[in-house]
């Protein structure tokens, strides 16, 4: 993107006088066992604790031990009454909204420290699999409320931000739970997430919103490319990370290690060949089947140094995702930490050479396709890296040694693929903020992306899209079709909604 904003810091607290006050209000409801009372009581509890401690961890042991308590009542309380008066639609708003609180309690215990030592991470494990329940109960979440129940809870948005919150942690903490997300992908949906609590004047003034902007996790912040402008290439997510940033690096505020030119796409057909040769021979011997009763097709990205070891691996839904993490062959290269070892050879003078591929797998783990990433896609890097970063460009001679195929683009496996190359190279469009930087409801369009990831057409679906913007996308230099010297393929719809800056894809 082409245009940088710089963000307003948020106004006064407003709740420093109220929240007190807030507290004592809610013990009335909670004589009478009232769930709602209970899970407010607790929330303002922590938040005032949180809010005298500088919205940092650390805060008394008393009140988290108070505040979990309530929290602990008002589950059971609220569970009881679910299965009692059938009211499990109309309660689980606020069941989501008790563990984002049951969450932040953790986190309140968590005194920060410049190293992350191993009881924070291991407390920071247990945030992240609090907050990513949240999703487990998300298709059964109604937005059916009672007065107790908007007094107790944001609902849908808060839900939703702290859930894609539990990402950014997990990769801080580097929990196992996190392993096959791409980041880059999964911090725009965060962004997405999250941005109401910037701008929305509903919320920009809640307590949420000054712990999500100003709490300080122990150890390094996990988006270092967001604080300073760098990003500094260290282990298999950073190395995709770089990547993504090389091709506009030198168009906007990016800034990577003069190493980063020596991190190179291999460029020999045969090499590439053996590799995959290699690979499919692996997967066949070694792939663990999984439980799962789902007749659905794996895919991952998987990242090889020259030698065939595996530096990163990627899915793109929740299966496949599963299904990696539960593969012995693929945790224990990524174990044995090569890209460590490599990046180490590059900080003295050395190349990290590696092959990126796209592999597409049965579900009792056949290798059905195997073929480069850039071969299979239509990416900003590919076209932009032809100019400005040959080491990641490749050679044309690798895509003609390997057989294309037709993705079924009804495949959730193949959507999510395709939905992380629309994300990425989304990168490089400018945002029109000329409608303003932030409107509650969304502008909806429809996409027709082709199946290697290139914007075709689009038209637009509700009247903020028409009446906001024109009809026209949300982008100032978007050219369709986006490649059009390249061949079309076939094609899935998107949905493009676009609240401003935030803006989302997802497969129609």
Request: aromatic content about 10%; proline content about 5%; overall charge positive.
């Amino acid at each position: 993107m082409s245009v940088v904003i710089l963000m307003k810091p948020y106004p006064a607290n407003p709740f420093k006088l109220f929240v007190p006050y807030l507290v004592e209000a809610y013990k009335k409801g909670t004589a009478f066992g009232i769930p709602e009372f209970l899970n407010a009581q607790a929330r303002a509890m922590l938040m005032d604790g949180l809010q005298k401690n500088d919205w940092q961890g650390g805060i008394d042991q008393k009140i988290i031990r108070d505040a979990e308590g309530l929290l602990d009542r008002a589950d059971k309380t609220a569970s009881d009454w679910s299965r009692t008066l059938g009211e499990v639609r109309q309660n689980q708003r606020l069941n989501a909204d008790i563990q984002v609180n049951q969450a932040i309690a953790k986190m309140a215990g968590i005194k920060f420290e410049e190293k992350l030592n191993e009881k924070n991470r291991t407390a920071l494990n247990e945030v992240v699999d609090q907050l990513r329940f949240i999703k487990g109960e998300k298709k059964e979440r109604s937005e059916s409320s009672t007065a107790l129940t908007i007094a107790s809870t944001l609902g849908k948005v808060r839900a939703e931000c702290f859930y894609q919150k539990a990402f950014d942690i997990g990769r801080l903490s580097d929990s196992p739970s996190m392993n096959g997300i791409d980041y880059f992908v999964q911090g725009q949906d965060v962004t997405n997430a999250c941005f109401p609590f910037r701008f929305d004047a509903k919320l920009a003034t809640t307590p949420d919103a000054f712990l999500l902007s100003k709490y300080r996790f122990s150890g390094s912040p996990p988006y270092q490319a967001l604080r300073d402008g760098s990003v500094e290439i260290e282990n298999s997510a950073s190395l995709i990370d770089a990547t993504y940033h090389l091709p506009f690096a030198g168009d906007f505020w990016i800034e990577l290690p003069e190493y980063a030119s020596r991190i190179v796409s291999i460029q020999e057909p045969k090499v590439w060949l053996d590799l995959a040769n290699q690979l499919s021979q692996v997967i066949q011997k070694n792939f663990v089947k999984s439980n799962y009763q789902d007749n659905k097709t794996i895919i991952w990205r998987l990242l090889l140094s020259k030698d065939g070891k595996i530096l990163a691996h990627l899915a793109y839904d929740d299966f496949s995702r599963d299904v990696a993490n539960n593969q012995p062959f693929i945790q224990v290269d990524l174990q044995k930490k090569t890209i460590k070892k490599l990046v180490s050879k590059l900080k003295v003078g050395g190349k990290l050479e590696f092959a990126d591929f796209k592999v597409v797998l049965s579900p009792d783990g056949k290798v059905l396709h195997l073929l480069p990433w850039q071969a299979a896609y239509t990416t900003s890097n590919a076209i932009e890296c032809e100019k400005k970063c040959k080491n990641l460009f490749l050679n044309p001679r690798v895509h003609s040694a390997f057989q294309r195929y037709t993705p079924d683009l009804n495949d959730p496996a193949e959507l999510g693929a395709l939905r992380s190359v629309v994300m990425a190279n989304s990168y490089g469009w400018s945002i029109d903020i000329s409608k303003g930087v932030y409107y509650k409801e969304p502008a909806i369009f429809k996409l027709k992306v082709s199946s290697d990831g290139q914007v075709v057409d689009y038209y637009a679906v509700n009247q903020v899209a028409i009446q906001r913007l024109g009809k026209k996308l949300p982008f100032n230099d978007l050219k369709l079709p986006q490649f059009p010297g390249l061949q079309k393929d076939t094609h899935a719809d998107f949905k493009l909604e676009s609240r401003g800056l935030a803006y989302n894809f997802t497969p129609w």
